[in-house]
Antibody
Framework: EVRLVESGGGFLQPGGSVRLACAAT????????MHWVRQVPGKGLEWVSR????????TYADSVKGRFTVSRDNARNTLYLQMNGLRVEDTAVYYC?????????????WGQGTLVIVSS | AIQLTQSPSSLSASVGDRVTITCRAS??????LAWYQQKPGKAPDLLIY???ILQAGVSSRFGGSGFGTDFTLTISSLQPEDFATYYC?????????FGGGTKVEIK
């Protein structure tokens, strides 16, 4: 059974940093591109970042470029999102999601999400 | 970025109704569109990818169609478990983008 479990969210101050993690089980993690998608509570979905299979090469939304860094540890089956220079508008539930194996960048499995609140 | 406009933003329907949600893209995205269902407090679930291909395990009462800029999600006979918010998503170009959502409520 595919399972994605995020952790690391919490209450942070503007300008602060946090690293989110997403532990993957039930599939061969190293074979899949992985994504982060966020959702302001009560609002819509926003794609944040993607990482390729080889632990290098992240792609980012303009809203987080230069502040967030996506990475992965294929030996530990874990995806990360390092978030620096946090802003109030980064407040959201952050989901990790697996890239669909049969098509382009749609998401066939999602974690339950971790809430990041940025406030002074 | 490619913008996706969903309509309606919300609708009320009864169990057994046929429901149609539309998604219009600001540029041609071929068939590179997915549909998701999200229930309160839960992550989205993939329903359809490449505009019309049903994701494994998803009920056949869900159907998708469209090509280019205009797409449709149809629920043939609404069931109690289908009351949720539905999102379209394009993956033709980066950044991938989502529609604003359609909330399906009980009439």
């Amino acid at each position: 059974e595919v399972r994605l479990v995020e952790s690391g969210g919490g209450f942070l101050q503007p300008g602060g940093s946090v690293r989110l993690a997403c532990a993957a089980t039930g599939f061969t993690f190293r074979n899949y591109w992985m994504h982060w998608v966020r959702q302001v509570p009560g609002k819509g979905l926003e794609w944040v970042s993607r990482v390729n299979t080889d632990e290098n090469g992240g792609t980012y939304a303009d809203s987080v470029k230069g502040r967030f860094t996506v990475s992965r540890d294929n030996a530990r089956n874990t995806l990360y999102l390092q978030m620096n220079g946090l802003r109030v508008e980064d407040t959201a539930v952050y989901y990790c999601a697996r890239n669909h194996p049969k098509t382009g960048d749609s998401f066939d499995f999602w974690g339950q999400g971790t809430l990041v609140i940025v406030s002074s | 970025a490619i913008q996706l406009t969903q309509s309606p933003s919300s609708l009320s329907a009864s169990v057994g109704d046929r429901v149609t949600i539309t998604c219009r893209a600001s540029h041609d995205i071929r068939r590179l569109l997915a549909w998701y269902q999200q229930k309160p407090g839960k992550a989205p679930d993939l329903l359809i990818y490449e505009a019309s291909i049903l994701q494994a395990g998803v009920s056949s009462r869900f159907g998708g169609s469209g090509f280019g800029t205009d797409f449709t999600l149809t629920i043939s006979s609404l069931q109690p478990e289908d009351f949720a918010t539905y999102y379209c998503q394009q993956f033709k170009t980066y950044p991938v983008t989502f529609g604003g959502g359609t909330k399906v409520e009980i009439k």
